[in-house]
């Protein structure tokens, strides 16, 4: 009976449409208060130089290791202190964590939208960087997440009260394909700054969260997602739902590591 489910749920993960987002009119945007704020989005280099630039590399070094210390983390400052420690100067790497440093840091976000937080690495460059920032994460904590403990909520508040933040912290346990657009619906007025794709990986799901998630994105700001070295099949989601949408600028980084793309929302 158990083989027989597993079998529907396989052939109706391949037969689902796939959703699309459906943009809101009333979408918010960033600044265009005054001449001291004006509405100026990031272009996709300045996203990119953030990204790539010394500074995004100590910080994250720096976060990470404030962070309770397993393989993952110590892979990432290892990363970074290689690099520079061979290259110099002239190191240059982005990953999410680098990227997310910058979309922090130029936009200094008030809400940020996580999917799939797991141990919450993510989710601590931002509160590192804007410690007020209100953080919204939803995960299905899958044991042994890719070989390491994934301990769940009450441990993401630890972490995240480790580097400092103060913000409100909402984390919603469940598969995200229902407990995103049930939440959504609770607070329909909502949007995100940043927000980051990293959950469930199969292209049903990653459309999902896409199609759930970019609605909610304030004009101005950044989405980013990594892995897409890993699955090449999320490139191509992120390719038909980000890339060819005249919405959004794009900025990628695939020559190392796990690559890692991002997007201002610039309409
Ligand atoms: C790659 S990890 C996230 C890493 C995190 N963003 C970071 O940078 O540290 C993916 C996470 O997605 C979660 N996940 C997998 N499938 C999911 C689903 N359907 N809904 C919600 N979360 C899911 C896993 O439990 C795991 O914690």
């Known amino acids: 009976m158990t083989a027989l489910t597993d079998r529907l749920d396989a ?96 936009l200094q976000p008030s809400a940020y939208l996580e999917i799939g937080v797991c141990r919450a690495r993510s989710a601590a460059i931002v509160a590192s960087v804007r410690p007020q920032c209100a953080i919204y994460g939803f995960d299905l904590w899958v044991p042994d997440y890719a070989g390491g403990p994934n301990p769940g909520p009450e441990f993401v508040r630890e972490e995240l009260s480790r580097v400092g933040h103060q913000g409100t912290l909402v984390l919603e346990s469940g598969d995200s394909r229902e407990t995103l657009p049930a939440f959504l619906l609770g607070h329909p007025d909502l949007f995100f700054d940043v927000i ?60 190392a590591g796990f690559g890692v793309a991002a997007a201002v929302r610039v309409a």
């Open 196 to 255: 980051t794709v990293d959950g469930v990986k199969s292209v049903a799901g990653v459309a999902s969260d896409y199609a759930n998630a970019l609605p909610r994105l304030k004009i101005g700001g950044i989405v980013v997602t990594d892995d897409l070295m890993l699955f090449p099949i999320l490139r191509r989601i992120w390719n038909r739902v980000i890339e060819r949408d005249d919405r959004y600028v794009n900025w990628e980084f695939r020559d």
């Open 11 to 106: 052939l109706w993960e391949k037969v689902r449409p796939f959703p699309v987002p459906e943009y809101r009119p009333d979408t918010p945007k960033i600044g265009g208060t005054g001449p001291l704020d004006p509405h100026l989005p990031p272009t996709a280099p300045t996203l990119g130089a953030a990204a790539l630039s010394s500074e995004a590399s100590s910080a994250v070094q720096e976060t990470l290791a404030s962070l309770t210390q397993n393989d993952d983390a110590k892979r990432g400052q290892y990363w970074h202190a290689m690099g520079r420690a061979k290259y110099g100067e002239h190191w240059r790497f982005a990953d999410q964590l680098t990227t997310l440093w910058a979309a922090s840091t130029l």
